[in-house]
């Protein structure tokens, strides 16, 4: 075979192989802006809280868009102070899921005038003031409220409100009060004994468990 000819043979394989490449490219391209994967229904999932009205803007916009072209932009969905992650999910050819992870909430708090729900995550969320269980006085202190809501979810609102103060917080039940410092292994411990010993009692005033290692009950006792 002549040199001529395998330089022309090459040159036909090289051509052949580019025309290949070209037409899967080219195929792809055709694929992707095919109006079979034009965007028709969007989704959302997960709203509980926040504010439907509000994402609904910041998602319409997908309808009518290639489904290969999007990406993100959900980022304006994430200025909702209850929205704590939003994530799309792609279902071709031609429906997107907006998955929108919310905060959850541990107690209600009322603090002056305003009122908030308290996040697992230590988040404030301005709400209305209607059943309110906890109420604060010590304008929001960090570590008071974290302690604070550890026991609510101890005690799953086996309790009728909770009033935080600076030393210590008093947790109100229907008969009675219990004083409480801000140390929640105490906590527990001393609580599990003083439900115990107010058995003997006929009627408590208060339970205070704010001294380490003491239990005070004020009340009269069940007579011998």
């Known amino acids: 075979m002549s040199e001529v000819l395998k330089i022309f043979l090459r040159m036909m394989v090289v051509l052949s192989v580019l025309s290949f490449i070209f037409g899967v ?62 994530s799309i999910k792609k279902i071709y050819p031609d429906k997107l899921e907006i998955d929108i992870y919310e905060r959850k909430t541990v107690m209600k708090i009322k ?21 309110v269980k906890v109420y604060d006085n010590t304008n929001l202190n960090n570590d008071k409220l974290f302690v604070v809501a550890e ?35 105490e906590f527990k411990k001393s609580l599990r004994y003083a439900e115990g010993l107010a058995t003997l009692y006929k009627k408590i005033n208060y339970i205070d468990l704010r001294v380490p290692g003491k239990i005070f009950i004020n009340g009269v006792k069940n007579e011998a």
């Open 151 to 185: 026991i609510v979810k101890y005690l799953n609102y086996r309790f009728t409100s909770i009033v935080i103060n600076n030393s210590h917080f008093v947790i109100n039940r229907d008969d009675h009060q219990i004083l409480v410092s801000y140390d929640m292994d």
């Open 111 to 131: 603090s002056k005038n305003n009122c908030y729900f308290y996040s697992i995550e230590g988040d404030l969320i301005g709400t209305d003031c209607g059943n």
């Open 25 to 86: 490219c080219y195929s792809i391209k055709l694929f992707k802006e095919s109006k079979f994967f034009t965007v028709n229904t969007v989704q959302i999932n997960g709203v509980v809280n926040a504010n439907i009205k509000k994402i609904m803007p910041q998602t319409k916009d997908f309808k009518g868009k290639h489904i290969f072209q999007i990406d993100s932009g959900l980022e304006g969905v994430l200025d909702d102070p209850w929205i704590k992650k939003a």
